[in-house]
């Protein structure tokens, strides 16, 4: 099983909606937890954080369930910008990066 | 804040040939740098976790005779790609942080390709 596993998509979805990303990790020792978008050859930027209180930011909403080792992201009203790749990425002793869903946003 | 620079941004070279690849740490110290390698359509893959003033920690299947790694300040980390071989030919990204809040920073990446 891998370490950080989630759906590579690609989510295709019209501009508007409302779209959620799953993530799920085997390590119960992981401690930080965040999502990173990264756009077509370009190196990842950090998107948020990712807390069991859950957080927003914006159009952004992450959501942090440690019982069930579980992490998601809500993005609303979805816009052509937000089309990229988004990656989990769970730390304990070392970063682990998921394998990344594609969003695909049109018109 | 938490500026990581990394250079070069893509290198092409001859095979049987080493290329060296810098990451920077611009407003913070970083006792820790992590390198991290992407083929196309695939993750980041760990390499090797760089430590200042010590070796660096490699990951299951990275040779480290072959991916050199030094960290001999508490703002740059290099690493060498020796003999290069087509194969090697991916996106090299290194990451750092200033602290486990703030998350962790990259790179710009280097695309390398080896002809």
């Known amino acids: 099983r891998k370490e950080v596993e989630q759906d590579p998509g690609p989510f295709n979805v019209p501009e508007g909606a409302t779209v959620a990303f799953n993530c799920t990790y085997s390590?119960?020792?992981?401690?930080?937890f965040f999502w990173y978008r990264q756009d077509c050859r370009k190196e990842p930027k950090l998107l948020m954080s990712?807390?069991?209180s859950g957080n927003e930011d914006g159009r952004f909403t992450a959501q942090l369930n440690r019982a069930s080792q579980y992490i998601s992201l809500l993005i609303r009203d979805s816009k052509l910008s937000d089309s990229a790749t988004y990656l989990c990425?769970?730390?304990?002793?070392?970063?682990?990066f998921g394998a990344g869903t594609i969003l695909r946003v049109k018109s | 804040g938490a500026v990581v620079s990394q250079h070069p941004s893509w290198v092409i070279c001859k095979s049987g040939t080493s290329v060296k690849i810098e990451c920077r740490s611009l407003?913070?110290?970083?006792?820790?740098m992590f390198w991290y390698r992407q083929f196309p359509k695939q993750s980041l893959m760990l390499m090797a976790t760089?430590?200042?003033?010590?070796?660096?920690?490699?990951e299951q299947g990275v040779e480290k005779d072959k991916f050199l790694i030094n960290h001999a300040s508490l703002t740059l980390s290099t690493l060498t790609v020796t003999s290069a071989h087509p194969e090697d030919s991916s996106f090299y990204i290194c990451?750092?942080?200033?602290?486990?809040?703030?998350?962790?920073?990259f790179g710009s990446g280097t695309r390398l390709t080896v002809v």
């Open positions: 990451s750092a942080t200033p602290g486990y809040d703030y998350g962790y920073t």
């Open positions: 390590n119960s020792a992981s401690q930080s």
């Open positions: 990712v807390y069991s």
């Open positions: 990425v769970v730390t304990g002793n070392k970063l682990v």
């Open positions: 407003d913070f110290q970083a006792t820790t």
């Open positions: 760089s430590n200042e003033g010590s070796k660096a920690t490699y």
